[in-house]
């Protein structure tokens, strides 16, 4: 599958997805001074792994024990994505520590694609952003509440994103969590303190629960 034909686009987006799964993720926190700080944690494949094996009591394999049902989908999600790049590229390369997947995504990343590759490399691209999102999803999960009407910024109302199995649900596009409400096709976002100034533009209540 590999080819010398120059990266382009397909190539780049790959790459993005890839990172978007296993590359490290820039997150911020406030400390108890009060300051906001940034660096970086983990990917979210390789906090995946660690959480399964933190609850399956050290060793870091994979076979099931006694499980919540939450980790029985991480543990399902884990094994997804290993059984399905190890379809799409066999050779792990040189053991350099890394999981094989990691070093298989890696060497997918880096290869060109020539143009009859296109199509198939756009589906990989695909899965491994849902992947990916699954993925926070099953590591941070959120209280959310949503606002069913139109976002005042893209005008879009629902919206399909991946639940914690990989289906795609419909959604509504106005999302709320206890940090702001984000619209979740154009990210426009409102802080807390405007969600009721949001609320009364869209000509709707703020749904039960949610404070300013």
Do not use: F
């Not at 995504?105 to 060109?112: E, G, H, I, R």
């Not at 959604?171 to 405007?194: E, K």
Request: proline letters at 6%; glycine letters at 8%.
């Amino acid at each position: 599958m590999t080819s010398t034909t120059p990266r382009t686009v397909v190539s780049t987006e790959l790459d993005d997805a890839v990172h978007a799964l296993i590359g490290h993720r820039l997150r911020s926190h406030t400390d108890t001074d009060g300051e906001t700080r940034s660096g970086y944690s983990e990917s979210v494949y390789d906090e995946v792994r660690a959480e399964l094996a933190a609850r399956q009591g050290g060793g870091g394999t994979l076979r099931p024990r006694s499980l919540p049902p939450a980790w029985v989908e991480g543990l399902d999600w884990l094994a997804e994505i290993d059984t399905t790049v190890a379809a799409w590229h066999p050779d792990a390369g040189h053991d350099n520590g890394q999981p094989e997947t990691v070093r298989r995504l890696n060497l997918l990343a880096s290869t060109s694609w020539a143009p009859e590759y296109h199509e198939l490399v756009g589906e990989w691209t695909a899965r491994l952003w849902r992947w990916a999102e699954v993925g926070k999803v099953l590591l941070e999960p959120v209280h959310r509440w949503e606002l069913v009407a139109a976002c005042p910024a893209c005008q879009i109302r629902t919206v399909h994103r991946p639940d914690t199995s990989g289906e795609y649900v419909r959604q509504a596009a106005l999302q709320i969590t206890a940090d702001g409400c984000i619209c979740q096709s154009c990210r426009t976002s409102w802080a807390p303190t405007h969600y009721r100034l949001l609320a009364a533009a869209l000509g709707c209540q703020l749904p039960s629960g949610v404070l300013e």
